[in-house]
Nanobody, 126 residues
Framework: QVHLVESGGGLVQAGGSLRLSCAAS????????VGWFRQAPGKERDFVAS????????YDADSVKRRFTISRDNAKNTVNLQMNMLKPEDTAVYYC???????????????????WGPGTQVTVSS
């Protein structure tokens, strides 16, 4: 079992930056692929970015490429999402999720992830 908690959300103006963190406790975190997802009101929960257990593989959704960067520090059991050049359409609740896998790969589908944090709100004003 692993427990995830997101932090770093808030209100920011368009063009600004935020850094989200996902802190894990419990099971060994370095063997888990981690994904960030977001959900705006009335919409589906969408994939944002994913990183493999060692951090060697990452993948970003097209909508955030060249603006968001996912990284991890397994010594601190954290995964971060650096968000730059934020847009109003980035407004959503952001969730981190973990999937334990023997494979060093990323996962895009939210259905792959067994563990989820409670989410953190990101609001981008125009």
């Amino acid at each position: 079992q692993v427990h995830l908690v997101e932090s770093g959300g808030g209100l920011v103006q368009a063009g600004g930056s935020l850094r989200l963190s996902c802190a894990a406790s419990g099971r060994t975190f370095s063997s888990a692929s981690v994904g960030w997802f977001r959900q705006a009101p009335g919409k589906e929960r969408d994939f944002v970015a994913s990183i493999s257990g060692s951090g060697s593989n990452t993948y970003d959704a097209d909508s955030v490429k060249r603006r968001f960067t996912i990284s991890r520090d397994n010594a601190k059991n954290t995964v971060n999402l650096q968000m730059n050049m934020l847009k109003p359409e980035d407004t959503a609740v952001y969730y981190c999720a973990a999937k334990y896998s023997l494979l060093e790969k990323i996962f895009v589908s939210k259905n792959e992830y067994a563990y989820w944090g409670p989410g953190t709100q990101v609001t981008v004003s125009s």
